[in-house]
């Protein structure tokens, strides 16, 4: 399937979201396109570490989205 991974950073005082990146992928199932999405994080060049991520389908459906851990990268709160 076809994917649309967003990353962007959140403001903490408003809920802000600010897109700092945008990749689209190919992935055979959802727990795939997770997988990528959590390594494309760690190595895309991003002008700023994003704070969570959201995954869609080309018509924008959202699948997956979660906060990210600034320590380690992984995966924090998540919600489909």
């Given at each position: ?29 959802l727990d ?18 994003p704070d ?29």
């Amino acid at each position: 399937m076809k994917i649309v991974i967003e990353f962007y950073r959140i403001r903490p005082q408003d809920d802000a979201h600010a897109v700092v990146g945008r990749e689209t992928e190919e992935a055979v199932d959802l727990d795939a396109a997770i997988e990528r999405a959590l390594a494309l994080a760690q190595t895309l060049d991003m002008p700023q570490r994003p704070d969570a991520l959201t995954i869609t389908d080309t018509q924008g459906r959202r699948l997956h989205s979660c906060t990210l851990d600034k320590v380690s990268g992984n995966r924090g709160r998540s919600s489909p």
